[in-house]
Every structure is written in structure tokens, then in C-alpha cells.
């Protein structure tokens, strides 16, 4: 077999070479390099470059936005409710939340290591900001994750077991490197419901990384789930290994509030 080697095409015209940059970018999906050629090529002749060093900035361009699209797209894929992110978590508001935890937590070795975290407080002081931060901080150090509410996924569940494909949901379920569990503790869930939930903790136990939110202590959750030996196994899926952190009982939101009308 023969291979045809091609040779460098010689006295092409400045538009010629336009065109052809833009239809080989087209067809090879080089996006920023064809919105950026006539840009580099510019910068290179003021600067005199290599037609090497030229040829290398043009490609690193694609290759950083090609990584920043897929950031994006991992994050958009997550099914955050909002953008939160960890700089903008007021520490000063709730002193329960320590900055070294957090920033420990954002590292990701507990993602790694397939371990869990627990968010516990109340209403307000922070614990779905956390959650969707940390989420968003993985997702974008390259982990698939995943945002769901407690209440959505066993509806989910439930719809998937009656239409008799439940063992691809928690499969779906299970690939993903990190699953973030809010609201969990709102709403009180029959055995069924909590049944369905177990399977996916059990799916994710010690292989892949989960993390909760829960307005409810521990001690609390027997109203969320009412089989005692089903509660306590929950508890244990979600605690073993894994870290708690408390953010208290002062609501951030109310307290914003009646600032905000004291000063008016």
C-alpha cells in the first residue's frame, strides 16, 4: 500500500487562504482556530514569529477552549438550580463553616476516594450554596457530577421501577463521580420510596462520592424515613468515611433580611 504524502501549497493568495482556513476548520470542528486565524496571523507578522511558534499558538487556542467548553458543558450537564460558588460563600455570616474545611473539601480527594459528605442545618445557613459549589468546583476539576433533589430522584425512581427499567436509572445513577442529594429530610418518604433511594446509596457505597444536604440532624430522620432498620442503614451509607458538617441553626437569609429593614 502507497501513501501520499501532501506537499505545502505555493503562491496561494491571502483570501484563497482564508477561505480554505475556514472550510478545513469546518470540516476538521476547529472552532477558535477559525474564528482566530486572521487574529494570530496578524499578531504573528507584527511580532515576527516562526512559522512553528505561529502554528503552536493558533493550536494551544483550541486545545484551552476546547477544555474550557467541556468545563462548561460538565457543569451545565450537573443540573445546578443556580450558580453558586465557593468565594462567595459569606463565612462572616455563618462562623460554623470553616474556610479550611471547605477549601480541603474543594481539593476533591474525597470525591477520589468515592466518600461522602453530609450537610446538616437549618433553613438557610448555606448548606445548598456548599452543596452546589462543591458540585460545580468538581465538576469543573473534571468529575461528572450530578444535582438532584431528594424528593425528584425517588419520584424518579418510582416512575422507573413502574415502567420496569429501574436498573437503568440507578445504573445512571452510579456512574457518575459525584451525586449531589439536596432536601433531603423535607419530605417524609414511605418504605417504598426510601427502598428505591437505598438501592442507589448501595449502587454508589464506597466506589463513587455522595453529598447531602439535610435541614434534619441524624437523630431527625426517622421522620424522613419511618422504618427504623432502613433509616439506619441510610445513616450508615452516608456517614461511613465520610465527613459531617454542621452549619448551625442561625438562617443567613433572615438574618439579611431584618438588617436590610433596620437600615431603611
Known amino acids: 500500500m502507497t501513501t501520499t504524502k501532501a506537499t505545502p501549497r505555493r503562491g496561494i ?7 480554505g482556513i475556514d472550510a478545513a476548520c469546518r470540516a476538521l470542528r476547529l472552532p477558535t482556530i477559525r474564528a482566530r486565524a486572521a487574529e494570530f496571523t496578524a499578531a504573528a507578522e507584527r511580532e515576527h514569529a516562526t512559522y512553528a511558534g505561529f502554528l503552536a499558538e493558533l493550536l494551544l487556542a483550541e486545545c484551552d477552549d476546547r477544555d474550557a467548553r467541556r468545563t462548561e458543558r460538565r457543569v451545565r450537564d450537573a443540573g445546578f438550580p443556580r450558580a453558586k460558588r465557593i468565594e462567595d460563600f459569606d463565612y462572616a455570616a455563618n462562623p460554623n463553616v470553616n474556610p479550611a474545611t471547605i477549601a480541603t473539601l474543594a481539593a476533591g480527594a474525597w470525591i477520589a476516594a468515592g466518600s461522602p459528605l453530609c450537610l446538616i442545618g437549618d433553613s438557610g445557613t448555606g448548606k445548598s450554596h456548599l452543596l452546589i459549589a462543591l458540585g460545580t468546583a468538581a465538576a469543573e476539576a473534571g468529575y461528572r457530577v450530578r444535582y438532584v433533589l431528594a424528593s425528584r430522584l425517588v419520584n424518579e425512581l418510582a416512575e422507573a ?62 421522620k424522613t424515613f419511618t422504618d427504623p432498620r432502613l433509616c439506619a442503614a441510610i445513616i450508615d451509607r452516608l456517614t461511613f468515611n465520610g465527613t459531617i458538617l454542621e452549619t448551625g441553626t442561625t438562617s443567613y437569609r433572615l438574618t439579611s433580611t431584618k438588617n436590610r429593614r433596620a437600615t431603611q
Open 161 to 222: 421501577a413502574n415502567d420496569k427499567h429501574l436498573t437503568k436509572i440507578i445504573a445512571r445513577y452510579g456512574r457518575v463521580d459525584l451525586l449531589c442529594l439536596d432536601e433531603l429530610g423535607y419530605l417524609e418518604l414511605d418504605r417504598r420510596g426510601a427502598e428505591l433511594l437505598f438501592q442507589v446509596l448501595t449502587e454508589r457505597e464506597e466506589r463513587s462520592a455522595i453529598a447531602i444536604a439535610s435541614n434534619e440532624p441524624f437523630s431527625g430522620w426517622t
Open 13 to 19: 493568495t491571502d483570501p484563497a487562504a482564508a477561505a
